[in-house]
């Protein structure tokens, strides 16, 4: 057993929710569901991540390992960025917070062994340390620029073996632009095809999506509390999946005094008309 010094800043995580990231419950959903429709098909391959942050996505993609699979993770943690736009993305979002010392305490309060911990730019897998088709799943979660990720789809498609998934994330959000462009330019020039979108991540392939949204579909969503809903997008279609929040009561109008309610009602008209005056103009 692998073992890491735990870090007295950070205790250690009782359930995987413990661990400081941003991978809420439909993608934590989506991600067991795809994963084990795979394994149920005999599908096989290892797992790769790009951008695991404190490891709370990466714990999960652990468990999901079979025999001889194997999970990589790719991360600067707190190593230097490799320009200063990186940089600085860094330090407003994650500099004082991320360390390899933590992803390794949060990844081993659940597994017995660490991954394959690669630190350094996502930009180093383009030299091929990933075999070419060997991966069924990448998580692409790193830099939000424009060039970081269009590069790093290129790595993901490079990795995925045929019918392989990726899940993009924050392809949508309004402070990562970039991701959104770097994204929907692989579906219109480079062949990925849409599966799923949930509020945070993108799930497509460049195989078969149309067999990859049909195992998605045999999960009954809607008894779950989702929505569930069908979008076409320059031709291809696309589910797009949502915790179906509960309307709240309606908003109730708001209640006079009964001071100013029984002043309106038994005053004289003229008194009735200056009292309204004084009221509006507060």
């Not at 084990?36 to 990466?58: H, W």
């Not at 600085?88 to 992803?103: N, P």
């Amino acid at each position: 057993m692998i073992t890491t010094e735990a870090d007295p800043g950070n205790p250690t995580p009782r359930t995987p929710d413990d661990v400081p990231g941003w991978f809420w419950k439909a993608d934590q959903q989506v991600f067991d569901w795809l994963l084990d429709r795979q394994t149920a098909a005999g599908t096989t391959g290892d797992i790769l991540e790009l951008g695991t942050y404190l490891g709370r996505s990466a714990i999960l993609l652990g468990g999901h390992l079979g025999p001889g699979e194997t999970l990589t993770v790719c991360d600067l943690f707190d190593s230097d960025a490799p320009d200063d736009d990186n940089s600085a993305e860094m330090s407003m979002s994650y500099r004082h917070t991320l360390t390899r010392r933590a992803f390794e305490a949060n990844y081993l309060a659940f597994h017995r062994r660490l991954p394959t911990v690669i630190q350094a730019p996502t930009s180093v897998l383009a030299d091929g340390r990933i075999p070419a088709g060997s991966c069924r799943f990448v998580h692409v979660d790193a830099s939000h620029l424009y060039e970081h990720v269009a590069d790093d789809i290129q790595v993901a498609r490079a990795a995925l073996g045929p019918n392989g998934l990726v899940s993009l994330d924050d392809y949508r959000s309004e402070h990562t632009p970039g991701v959104a462009a770097a994204v929907w330019q692989a579906v219109f020039d480079h062949g990925l095809r849409p599966v799923c979108l949930t509020p945070e991540k993108f799930y497509g392939t460049w195989g078969d999506a149309e067999a990859a949204r049909h195992e998605l579909c045999t999960r009954d969503w809607r008894a779950e509390g989702y929505r569930m809903d069908e979008e076409t997008i320059a031709g291809h279609t696309v589910h797009r999946l949502a915790w179906d929040e509960p309307a709240g009561p309606a908003p109730q109008p708001p209640r006079r005094s009964t001071t100013r309610r029984l002043a309106l009602d038994l005053l004289p008209p003229i008194a009735t008309r200056a009292l309204r005056r004084r009221l509006a103009a507060r």
